[in-house]
Nanobody, 116 residues
């Protein structure tokens, strides 16, 4: 059974940085795509960043230039480096993985709160 465990969330002031981690149970080579999503209260879940098994990345417009997604295959972990955080980045951040059979998996989420 696939498990994704997020960590690294917390409270930070506007302009600050956080790094989120998503640790997978077992090799992440089995996933064609790994992503970070976020959901703020009263809003739909939105895509933040994507990284493919080949290392290609893509970002939501609201985080381009501030967030960076990366992966460490040896540690079976995907990261989200978040810089220049804004209050509107406040949300629960979820890790998502899609395997080669297109089955999706989700982590439990980690709260990020940015104070103004």
């Amino acid at each position: 059974q696939v498990q994704l465990v997020e960590s690294g969330g917390g409270l930070v002031q506007a302009g600050g940085s956080l790094r989120l981690s998503c640790a997978a149970s077992g090799s992440i080579f089995r996933f064609s795509v790994m992503s970070w999503y976020r959901q703020a209260p009263g809003k739909q879940r939105e895509l933040v960043a994507v990284i493919t098994s080949g290392g290609s990345t893509n970002y939501g417009d609201s985080v381009k230039g501030r967030f960076t997604i990366s992966r460490d295959n040896a540690k079976n972990t995907v990261y989200l480096q978040m810089n220049t955080l804004k209050p509107e980045d406040t949300a629960v951040y979820y890790c998502n993985a899609v395997d080669m059979n297109r089955s999706p998996y989700w982590g439990q989420g980690t709260q990020v709160t940015v104070s103004s």
